[in-house]
């Protein structure tokens, strides 16, 4: 394994209210409590969670996606959901992503798609998965698109690089994936990927994750995102650099000019809804950003995830349901 020591060149991180571990962790342990569930579920989306989601149906995600679009933006939109347990909704799961695949291209959108393996099955079994994004992977090459595959909890980790690399062999370059950089194992992964020249999205982690497979303390994330960074960036492939932390994003910057890095090897990606003002400078800067865009009804674990990374989400959530009663 990689040593944990930090790059020279970087600072050590301001510490802020946002970055309070133990308020992520009991929003992250909360999602399973029924009570909560209940109550985001019935008002969360109307209470202002419709911030981070485009809509809960496909057409009430196009005008979204369009004007993103019209204000310099590109983008890459997931339906969503998680965790699929029935081959039959497995399968549905193909069909609409099929379906969504033909409507970017006769809408004339440059939207890619993100999509999670366990809402196509991989935890019913692995080669369900991999065939059912196969099957996608390979209608997203004849209307010419790009899957992105995302990445769950640590458990899915080694199954998902498994299902990348086997599409890879097979011959798909429109397919990318992603690392996180909370995991120990996460820079010896990106070792190992590298000779397939893969196109990466580099994020720090979303989910609850033992000490003993991930760093606890936040400023060690934030230093191996930047040392992952530099890596996938003087590596070959593609680097999306997924991240509203203006701090790396800085780094990031200053780091590809001085190595000349040139703007088509990396775009940045931010989600719908956060900093929104900040991706459209960086746009008219002349970096590509992508802005990760959702929809669909299944938008409660995803909802409880953004909630995490920020207590004014919750209080402004709270604030709005209070008002209600
Ligand atoms: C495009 C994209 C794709 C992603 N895909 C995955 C994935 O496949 N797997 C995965 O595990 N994780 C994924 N994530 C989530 C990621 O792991 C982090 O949880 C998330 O990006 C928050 O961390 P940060 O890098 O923005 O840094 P942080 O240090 O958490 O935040 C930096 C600053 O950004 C702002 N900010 C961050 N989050 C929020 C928020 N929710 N609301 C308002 N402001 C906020 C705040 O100003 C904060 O101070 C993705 C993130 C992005 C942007």
Same mark, same amino acid.
């Given at each position: 394994?990689?040593?944990?020591?930090?790059?020279?060149?970087?600072?050590?991180?301001?510490? %802020?209210?946002?970055?309070?571990?133990?308020?992520?962790?009991?929003?992250? =342990?909360?999602?399973?409590?029924?009570? @909560?569930?209940?109550?985001?579920?019935?008002? +969360?989306?109307? =209470?202002?969670? %419709?911030?981070?989601?485009? +809509?809960?149906?496909?057409?009430?995600?196009?005008?979204?996606?369009?004007?993103?679009?019209?204000?310099?933006?590109?983008?890459?939109?997931?339906?969503?959901?998680?965790?699929?347990?029935?081959?039959?909704?497995?399968?549905?799961?193909?069909?609409?992503?099929?379906?969504? #695949?033909?409507? @970017?291209?006769?809408? $004339?959108? !440059?939207?890619?798609?993100?999509?999670?393996?366990?809402?196509? &099955?991989?935890? *019913?079994?692995?080669?369900?998965?991999?065939?059912?994004? &196969?099957? =996608?992977?390979?209608?997203?090459?004849?209307?010419?698109?790009?899957? !992105? *595959?995302?990445?769950?909890? %640590?458990?899915?980790?080694?199954?998902?690089?498994?299902?990348?690399?086997?599409?890879?062999?097979? &011959?798909?370059?429109?397919? $990318?994936?992603?690392?996180?950089?909370?995991?120990?194992?996460?820079?010896?992964?990106?070792?190992?990927? =590298?000779? #397939?020249?893969?196109?990466?999205? #580099?994020?720090? &982690?979303?989910?609850?994750?033992?000490?003993?497979?991930?760093?606890?303390?936040?400023?060690?994330?934030?230093?191996?995102?930047? !040392?992952?960074?530099?890596?996938?960036?003087?590596?070959?492939?593609?680097?999306?650099?997924?991240?509203?932390?203006?701090?790396?994003?800085?780094?990031?910057?200053?780091?590809?000019?001085?190595? +000349?890095? +040139?703007?088509?090897?990396?775009?940045?990606?931010?989600?719908?809804?956060?900093?929104?003002?900040?991706?459209?400078?960086?746009?008219?800067?002349?970096?590509?950003?992508?802005?990760?865009?959702?929809?669909? %009804?299944?938008?409660?674990?995803?909802?409880?995830?953004?909630?995490?990374?920020?207590?004014?989400?919750?209080?402004?959530?709270?604030?709005?349901?209070?008002?209600? !009663?």
């Amino acid at each position: 394994m990689a040593a944990h020591n930090a790059p020279a060149a970087v600072q050590e991180p301001r510490r %802020s209210f946002s970055l309070n571990p133990l308020f992520r962790k009991g929003i992250l =342990l909360a999602t399973h409590n029924r009570v @909560i569930t209940r109550v985001v579920r019935r008002y +969360g989306l109307r =209470l202002g969670g %419709s911030r981070f989601v485009a +809509g809960e149906t496909l057409d009430a995600a196009i005008p979204v996606l369009r004007s993103l679009d019209e204000q310099g933006l590109a983008t890459n939109t997931t339906l969503l959901g998680e965790g699929v347990r029935d081959v039959a909704e497995a399968a549905s799961v193909v069909g609409a992503y099929t379906h969504l #695949l033909d409507r @970017i291209s006769d809408e $004339g959108l !440059r939207t890619n798609v993100a999509l999670k393996l366990t809402h196509l &099955g991989l935890d *019913i079994d692995e080669d369900l998965a991999l065939t059912n994004v &196969g099957q =996608l992977v390979s209608h997203a090459a004849e209307r010419g698109n790009f899957i !992105r *595959i995302d990445m769950e909890e %640590s458990a899915r980790v080694e199954p998902t690089l498994r299902i990348y690399r086997q599409l890879r062999e097979a &011959g798909h370059d429109n397919v $990318g994936t992603v690392l996180q950089s909370a995991l120990y194992r996460t820079a010896d992964d990106l070792e190992a990927l =590298l000779q #397939l020249a893969p196109n990466l999205r #580099l994020v720090k &982690g979303a989910y609850l994750e033992p000490d003993s497979v991930a760093f606890p303390k936040k400023a060690d994330v934030d230093r191996n995102y930047i !040392r992952l960074a530099e890596r996938m960036l003087s590596g070959p492939g593609y680097t999306a650099i997924a991240t509203h932390d203006e701090r790396i994003i800085n780094h990031v910057i200053e780091y590809a000019a001085r190595h +000349g890095i +040139g703007r088509d090897r990396f775009e940045f990606q931010m989600l719908y809804g956060i900093r929104s003002r900040y991706q459209i400078e960086l746009a008219q800067r002349g970096y590509k950003v992508l802005v990760a865009t959702p929809y669909g %009804s299944d938008w409660y674990f995803y909802l409880m995830r953004r909630l995490a990374e920020r207590p004014a989400n919750v209080l402004f959530l709270l604030r709005g349901v209070l008002r209600k !009663r």
